[in-house]
């Protein structure tokens, strides 16, 4: 793990800037752990395991340890009890961070890890086969957590974006509180996942489609010349009316005739790959802006974009839909 930081803040309008906080330094954390379970009867079972880590940069180690025992109360229903120790090493600007009132040296280079003993009751309920309620109580109780000498500061309520005093491994706290977890999977989580996958791509190459032309604008670069305008606007009509008929389909769950809307985008994608032919002839023959060239051309590859991800959003929808139907 690397970590550097220059904090610099101009105390007024129009001044020089001033060095707050900076810190330069390196350090590993080494860890590992072996863990097992057995099954004492057919209804418990019993987990236990030990976890180590090493941290590099001042020789602090923490040896943890954990079990846990469940009980299979019914089919349906399951308890368990389970306790831990668990540690953790500050973030990295705690170790290294110099300002004018530490000078050179790194206060705090030589902290413990923060610890904590957990002890966590469990109940289990599976309410379907794709549905699960689990409630989880639990206390936690901390310590060797980094705090200020004689003061109320601790790493636990920290707010500053960097920390220049000197801190010591003496405080303490706790928490308690409950977890409430409903679940549920997914029939078809594969087409869910894939949807989302190609949903996320299709914004992402509207806004590369965009940005360019909006940048382009703003810094009174020559607009798209009438040539390159007629071709686009000729393609962007049918793409328009493409995510027009793909949009309806979505929305009433009606995948009737989609193979000749994709007939259409294998089409549209042919049209857009003949224009950026056709404007990279332009670019040898140096005839127009190579400026203006270079966004138009990044306008086409976002185009066929957006008809690829729509049409494979489109397909994806259907099969998710259709076998959903089927269960």
């Known amino acids: 793990m690397f970590y550097q930081m220059n904090l610099a803040i101009a105390p007024y309008e129009a001044e020089s800037l001033e060095t707050v906080s900076q810190g330069k330094g390196n350090t590993s954390l ?5 863990s097992s379970s057995v099954g004492l009867t057919e209804r418990w079972t019993l987990n236990a395991g030990i976890y180590g880590q090493f941290l590099t940069l001042n020789n602090k180690w923490s ?42 040296k790194s206060v705090n280079k030589e902290l413990d890890f923060t610890k904590a003993q957990h002890v ?46 000197a801190l010591v491994n003496k405080g303490r706290g706790r928490n308690i509180g409950i977890d409430i977890t409903l679940e549920r999977f997914l029939e078809k989580g594969l087409y869910y996942y894939q949807g989302n996958d190609f949903a996320s791509e299709l914004v992402y190459s509207v806004g590369r489609l965009c940005e360019p032309c909006l940048e382009h604008i703003d810094n009174n670069f020559n607009p798209l010349d009438a040539i390159q305008k007629g071709e686009f606007t000729d393609v962007a009509e049918d793409i328009c009316y493409l995510l027009q008929v793909c949009r309806h389909k979505l929305e009433t769950n009606n995948y009737d005739e989609l193979e ?24 040898q023959s140096q005839s127009g802006s190579i400026k203006v060239s270079m966004v138009y051309l990044t306008m ?20 998710f839909q259709v076998e959903k139907e089927e269960l």
């Open 260 to 283: 000749t809307e994709i007939r259409k985008a294998n089409d549209l994608n042919g049209q857009l790959s003949h224009l950026k032919r056709e404007e990279l002839q332009r670019i």
């Open 300 to 319: 086409i590859q976002e185009a066929q974009n957006v008809v690829t991800y729509t049409i494979n959003l489109m397909k994806v929808s259907r099969k």
């Open 63 to 104: 040896v943890e340890p954990r079990i846990g025992l469940k009980w299979q109360a019914t089919p349906k229903a399951t308890f368990a009890l389970a306790y831990g120790m668990y540690s953790r090493m500050e973030k990295m600007d705690v170790y290294f961070v110099k300002t004018k009132s530490t000078g050179d």
């Open 30 to 34: 080494i860890s590992a752990y072996n």
């Open 120 to 165: 966590m009751l469990s109940f289990g309920y599976k309410i379907s086969d794709r549905m699960n309620l689990k409630i989880e109580p639990y206390i936690q109780f901390l310590h060797d957590v980094p705090v200020m000498a004689d003061s109320s500061y601790s790493v636990l309520n920290r707010s500053d974006f960097y920390v220049e005093d």
